[in-house]
């Protein structure tokens, strides 16, 4: 059981890693989600116990399997959904704003922005100081 | 009482803020005044632990043991206070100009708390939770500004944070395994009798996320696209408030783990080595001002590493030292680079001195600090890397200074100079007149980390909590 366990967990994380190397943002995203679900599965096979079910009342004398990380993993669950969703709702503007979800595209709109900026600057200076007396 | 307060004031604020417009004044100010009461609760908190000892409580009047428990000593309150008062006056800040977006008083508050809450709480896995709280503004926030350059600095800090988070989150669950419990008091006397092969791995990997989240220098490759990348404001919070979390995460986890902090010390000795170097290098080679500054804030951090590689009581006062006057010093000026006008000038000089380390600025005792660990530790090495550095903080400074106030052609003309809005100058100018008050008078200051570090050094005994909850 550990054994399968560790095994979908670094198949998880290992795909998850690989994906947000990627250039396509989609991708990225994807990648995000498998990485934080291995986090979940890691969770839940740190408590790995047998027994019965820990709500009360609890016939005498039993285990009980470990309810903690249940409750640990509902929450993180939780947040990996809230990032993901926040993740994605950049990505959408992203697609919104340059029509294009390559990272690639993204860093080279910003360094025309930039450029365009600072050919903005030289172009200003050059008139102040030309009205400069 | 004391204890919720502070945590509650702010959190209830941004719940309410959210559903407001925050580009009116009116809900701005609404901010301002729930960080200050947070901040006020925080001092009265200080002062009673300094009085009476750590401060603890169990949330929602759960058994001890099975609750959350709140615990705060003068480390927590420290840092929380820390954080508070960078946030605040970051967000006083952007309210006296102008607010853009209409979640930004919300989001302040929204890392205010979670950034209280990891310092008050006691337990491992409600720090993540609170971590993310934090984290989770912070992304938004880092997007502020909604150009293209700021969506990318954006994207990146998202993607590369939420890898630090997922190792952490990781960690925390290989933690709760080895040891059965969540409770970090509990951790740290359990730790030293489990195995060291898998602790160590664990201390690593909580090692990387607090790493990602300072910037230290191999993990330091967002910083500079995000810090320049945001909105002033937003980047002095990021470096003053935020990057807090790495720092005084390293200090909690490593008070939880003693035994594989020691192991770990020549790994960061080296690490903050290099990041000095590296931040150093990069900044003189930097134009602009914000990307100097970015840089500059990768070298700061490698102090706090160095002192916490070294060690030891003095080691331990020294990064708590060099933790709080580096995170004055980068709200300052990341507040002060964008800003013209009549004193700015003087304030970027006090800044710039301080981050140099030259008396009378608050830099000085900070710097001081670390020297004086790495005397008591005996490290030739690292006393010749502190002069290095400081050499390095000094030619970038100035580099700065110089191309900022004194080659005006550079930038534009004088004529056509627009000094900035008097109230946010006359902000700068108070927080510059606090860097000089520490310098010139620092005891409160030096006290406050010599008690931090003992708190480290000698945590409360409470009573141990059963195992038989946990599964083994």
Excluded at chain 2, 161 to 174: D, E, P, Q
Excluded at chain 2, 239 to 250: D, E, H, V
Excluded at chain 2, 261 to 270: F, H, I, Q
């Amino acid at each position: 059981m550990t054994l399968a366990y560790s095994l979908a967990v670094a198949i998880l994380f290992g795909t998850g890693a690989y994906m947000l190397l990627k250039h396509d943002l989609i991708r990225v995203a994807a990648g995000v989600v498998l990485v934080s679900n291995a986090a979940n599965l890691f969770i839940i096979a740190a408590g790995l116990s047998r027994g019965v079910v820990p709500i009360l009342p609890i016939p005498g004398g039993e285990r009980v399997a470990d309810p903690v990380v249940q409750a640990l993993v509902l929450t993180a669950i939780v947040i990996s959904f809230g990032v993901t969703a926040l993740l994605l709702s950049l990505i959408y503007r992203v697609y919104t704003t340059h029509l294009s979800l390559d990272l690639d595209d993204l860093s080279e709109a910003d360094e025309r922005d930039e450029s365009e900026q600072e050919l903005a600057q030289l172009t200003g200076r050059n008139v102040s100081r030309r009205a400069a007396p | 009482m004391l204890l919720v307060f502070p945590l509650a004031v702010t959190w209830l604020a941004a719940v309410i803020l959210a559903v407001l417009d925050g580009r009116r004044e009116r809900v701005g100010y609404v901010a301002v005044g729930a960080l200050a009461a947070s901040a006020i609760g925080l001092v009265a908190l200080m002062v009673d632990i300094l009085r009476d000892g750590v401060a603890q409580q169990v949330a929602g009047n759960w058994a001890y043991g099975v609750g959350i428990q709140l615990r705060a000593d003068v480390l927590d309150v420290t840092f929380a206070l820390l954080s508070v008062v960078v946030i605040l006056v970051a967000t006083v800040f952007e309210v006296l100009g102008r607010v853009r977006s209409r979640v930004f008083p919300a989001l302040a508050c929204f890392m205010a708390t979670g950034l209280i809450g990891l310092s008050l709480t006691g337990d491992a896995f409600n720090f993540y939770v609170f971590f993310e709280i934090a984290m989770i503004s912070a992304y938004v926030l880092a997007g502020y500004g909604e150009r293209t350059r700021q969506l990318r600095a954006a994207l990146i800090f998202i993607i590369v944070n939420l890898l630090g988070s997922v190792l952490f989150l990781i960690a925390i669950a290989g933690l709760y395994h080895l040891t059965g419990t969540l409770d970090m008091l509990e951790i740290s006397r359990r730790i030293p009798v489990v195995n060291e092969q898998p602790s160590i791995l664990l201390a690593t990997m909580i090692f990387v996320a607090f790493a990602v989240k300072l910037g230290i220098f191999p993990f330091h490759f967002w910083l500079a696209a995000v810090y320049t990348g945001t909105r002033p404001a937003v980047a002095a919070m990021l470096s003053g408030a935020l990057a807090n979390i790495g720092s005084y995460g390293l200090l909690r986890f490593g008070a939880t783990m003693p035994r594989e902090l020691e192991l770990g010390a020549p790994v960061l000795l080296t690490l903050g080595a290099a990041s000095i170097i590296y931040g150093g290098f990069q900044a003189i080679s930097c134009r602009s001002a914000t990307e100097v500054l970015a840089y500059s804030s990768i070298g700061q951090v490698g102090y706090i590493l160095i002192a916490l590689g070294i060690g030891g009581h003095v080691g331990l006062v020294a990064a708590v030292l060099f933790s709080i006057v580096n995170s004055i010093n980068k709200t300052l000026l990341f507040l002060a680079v964008p800003l013209r006008g009549w004193l700015v000038g003087a304030v970027m000089a006090i800044a710039a001195f301080s981050v140099a380390g030259v008396p009378p600025s608050s830099g000085f005792f900070g710097k001081m600090g670390v020297f004086r660990a790495a005397v008591a530790d005996d490290q030739p090495l690292v006393i010749a890397l502190i002069f290095i550095g400081s050499a390095l903080s000094f030619i970038y400074m100035f580099q700065l200074y110089n191309g900022r106030f004194w080659d005006i052609s550079a930038e534009e003309t004088r004529d056509g100079v627009v000094p900035s809005v008097l109230a946010r100058r006359g902000l700068v100018c108070l927080l510059a007149a606090f860097v000089i008050v520490i310098g010139v008078w620092p005891e409160p200051l030096l006290y406050l980390s010599e008690q931090a570090a003992y708190a480290i050094e000698n945590p409360i005994q409470t009573e141990p909590i059963p195992d038989q909850l946990a599964g083994d």
